[in-house]
């Protein structure tokens, strides 16, 4: 496509208004970013030398429930492009329908599992119809912003790495071509993959311009891409610079010079790259997500990445050798301050189950429903049962994801999936309570089809249990009034304390053990204290000058509650 107000390929190029278009981009995702926090990070990405920023879109963040779009806040992608076209930025879309991005079931929204037939991210009737709708609504906010319109957004990506996914369907990736076509998706089209096995093959189109993702081995990803598409433009449209960490593993770094060494590669090379990336940014709520191959590793709070601008906006070491590669300065200003406000320790304790009927939605004599047949997207939820006479082995089949249960109110043992454990008995008892966390669906690969909490009947020695109170516990309705804590059970520890002028801060959560945090009721996301995160962004925009609200919800009793807010984030401690 020869035209001159879009970017498109020429004679193995990049051109954009008949000039050649050499593209040095960044990825900065607005739903990892508060919003007072977007033109910070787009400026320092300009005054890196970099001219585009990349993004996706998260379906699952736009369509939180089915028909319910949400375009405000961390959802307002609209008012993230227009910051970045102020500041004569460009911008490259990626809207899915699947981002992966270790995002919550890979950016697809929960609700999709509650469809009858449906087959996610294949040329499937129930699903396109879901996603020609969410299609609908993003690129009527797109359009304006393309840059044939006026606007800065100069190319749109093809669904996203689906080569990875190993289940080839052409169909699929030409209705979605088609689809940006018919709502006026006027850019340059693109796909991107792996360059590993058949990825590349398997996810592009013949007719649309193929990328690789990469963050080394630079020339054999690059005569790969030359051996599928003689001609065409060098295009790293993911430059993996850094990497993501999971709970219980070593905190991932990488060397700034390697990142800068394989990057001048690329440009020796005439290529062009996006770097993945560029400012990370924070899984806030309960948005991480979880790898699945075949062993279950959930992602933590933190998606730093090691990247150039770190999750709190600092500069980093691979920032300043960045911007000496790109503008031939190396001289940089890190204005972000951090503060120190303090340890909390006076909490009021409020018991999760003492205080069920107002903290989740309670569904009496029910069969076993899991959390999407419920209606549920994140969070937790309780099962009861009555269980007289039963006695034996607990069996529960394969635990979505982590799994507490209490006899008569005592907590006698936990599942946890992906992890090899002890099963655990019971006898004797009358009542037995079922205790389940979602810990972040599957973000990548075949198991997508990821629903959580109970998904059969509880066995229980020869018995099986067929009728349960279940209650959910999304941890939304947090402003309730409480009534104490009867007994030891997962609980709520509320609390206030003093902010002067408010700067970045990080909760370091030191007398409790595993949870989610939330500041001014804004949830900062989970905590652990296995590591190897062990505090929790705090962004400025959070805060108030005086009198704020801290609230954490643990699931172990703490017979010494404590929180400090420091002023250092601490990412690589294992316990």
């Not at 999750?311 to 300043?320: A, F, H, K, M, P």
């Not at 609230?551 to 404590?562: E, G, M």
């Given at each position: 496509m020869e035209m001159g107000n879009i970017l498109n390929v020429k004679n193995g190029r990049l051109y954009i208004n008949g000039s050649e278009f050499k593209l040095y981009s960044g990825a900065v995702h607005y739903f990892r970013i508060h919003p007072s926090q977007w033109r910070d990070r787009l400026t320092k990405l300009k005054e890196c030398g970099l001219n585009t920023v990349e993004t996706y879109i998260a379906w699952n963040v736009q369509e939180p429930e089915l028909g319910n779009f949400c375009f405000d806040g961390m959802a307002d992608f609209e008012r993230f492009i227009s910051i970045a076209e102020d500041l004569e930025l460009y911008v490259i879309v990626r809207p899915g329908p699947f981002i992966c991005a270790e995002w919550e079931m890979?950016?697809?929204?929960?609700?999709?599992?509650n469809i009858e037939g449906i087959e996610l991210r294949h040329y499937n009737e129930p699903f396109l119809k879901c996603v020609r709708k969410y299609f609908e609504m993003v690129f009527e906010k797109i359009r304006p912003h393309l840059y044939?319109?006026?606007?800065?957004?100069?190319?749109?990506?093809?669904?996203?790495?689906?080569?990875?996914?190993?289940?080839?369907?052409?169909?699929?990736?030409?209705?979605?071509?088609?689809?940006?076509?018919?709502?006026?998706?006027?850019?340059?089209?693109?796909?991107?993959?792996?360059?590993?096995?058949?990825?590349?093959?398997?996810?592009?189109?013949?007719?649309?311009?193929?990328?690789?993702?990469?963050?080394s081995r630079t020339e054999q990803a690059f005569d790969r891409l030359e051996s599928l598409r003689p001609g065409e433009p060098k295009i790293c449209m993911e430059f993996w610079n850094g990497w993501f960490d999971q709970w219980r593993t070593e905190h991932h770094t990488r060397e700034a010079r390697s990142v800068i060494d394989e990057l001048k590669t690329i440009l020796k090379l005439d290529?062009?790259?996006?770097?993945?990336?560029?400012?990370?940014?924070?899984?806030?709520?309960?948005?991480?997500?979880?790898?699945?191959?075949?062993?279950?590793?959930?992602?933590?709070?933190?998606?730093?990445?090691?990247?150039?601008?770190?999750?709190?906006?600092?500069?980093?070491?691979?920032?300043?050798?960045?911007?000496?590669?790109?503008?031939?300065?190396?001289?940089?200003?890190?204005?972000?301050?951090?503060?120190?406000?303090?340890?909390?320790?006076?909490?009021?304790?409020?018991?999760?189950?003492?205080n069920a009927e107002r903290l989740g939605?309670?569904?009496?004599?029910?069969?076993?429903?899991?959390?999407?047949?419920?209606?549920?997207?994140?969070?937790?939820?309780?099962?009861?049962?009555?269980?007289?006479?039963?006695?034996?082995?607990?069996?529960?089949?394969?635990?979505?994801?982590?799994?507490?249960?209490?006899?008569?109110?005592?907590?006698?043992?936990?599942?946890?999936?992906?992890?090899?454990?002890?099963?655990?008995?019971?006898?004797?008892?009358?009542?037995?309570?079922?205790?389940?966390?979602?810990?972040?669906?599957?973000?990548?690969?075949?198991?997508?089809?990821?629903?959580?909490?109970?998904?059969?009947?509880?066995?229980?020695?020869?018995?099986?249990?067929?009728?349960?109170?279940?209650?959910?516990?999304?941890?939304?309705?947090?402003?309730?009034?409480?009534?104490?804590?009867?007994?030891?059970?997962?609980?709520l520890y509320k609390a206030e304390f003093e902010v002067g002028k408010t700067e970045d801060t990080y909760l370091l959560p030191s007398g409790f053990t595993k949870g989610v945090a939330f500041v001014n009721g804004f949830n900062l996301g989970r905590y652990w204290n296995k590591g190897p995160q062990q505090t929790l962004y705090v962004p400025a925009g959070v805060l108030r000058p005086g009198e704020n609200e801290l609230?954490?919800?643990?699931?172990?009793?703490?017979?010494?509650?404590?929180a400090e807010f420091i002023d250092r984030h601490i990412l690589d401690e294992l316990k």
């Open positions: 890979g950016g697809l929204p929960s609700w999709l599992l044939a319109n006026g606007g800065g957004v100069i190319a749109l990506q093809i669904e996203n790495e689906f080569g990875g996914l190993g289940q080839p369907d052409e169909e699929y990736l030409k209705w979605i071509k088609r689809t940006y076509e018919e709502l006026g998706g006027d850019a340059l089209y693109f796909t991107s993959d792996g360059t590993w096995s058949t990825c590349l093959e398997d996810g592009s189109l013949d007719d649309i311009l193929m990328t690789a993702n990469f963050g290529g062009n790259f996006n770097m993945y990336m560029f400012s990370g940014g924070t899984n806030f709520g309960f948005m991480n997500g979880s790898n699945c191959n075949p062993d279950f590793e959930p992602c933590i709070t933190s998606y730093d990445y090691g990247a150039p601008v770190a999750e709190d906006g600092s500069l980093t070491e691979q920032y300043r050798l960045l911007k000496k590669l790109l503008t031939g300065s190396d001289e940089i200003k890190d204005d972000h301050k951090s503060a120190a406000y303090g340890a909390v320790s006076e909490f009021s304790v409020y018991g999760l189950f003492d939605a309670v569904h009496k004599n029910s069969k076993v429903r899991c959390m999407e047949e419920l209606g549920q997207r994140f969070g937790y939820i309780l099962y009861e049962a009555d269980v007289t006479g039963m006695s034996g082995v607990i069996d529960i089949g394969e635990p979505r994801d982590r799994v507490m249960f209490y006899a008569d109110d005592v907590f006698i043992g936990e599942y946890e999936r992906g992890i090899e454990y002890g099963f655990v008995e019971i006898s004797g008892a009358k009542r037995l309570k079922i205790f389940i966390e979602n810990m972040g669906r599957v973000n990548y690969g075949p198991r997508l089809y990821d629903k959580k909490g109970l998904l059969q009947n509880v066995r229980i020695g020869e018995d099986e249990v067929k009728v349960y109170d279940i209650t959910n516990f999304p941890m939304e309705k947090l402003d309730t009034e409480c009534i104490g804590c009867s007994y030891a059970q997962p609980a609230i954490v919800f643990d699931l172990y009793p703490s017979k010494a509650p404590k």
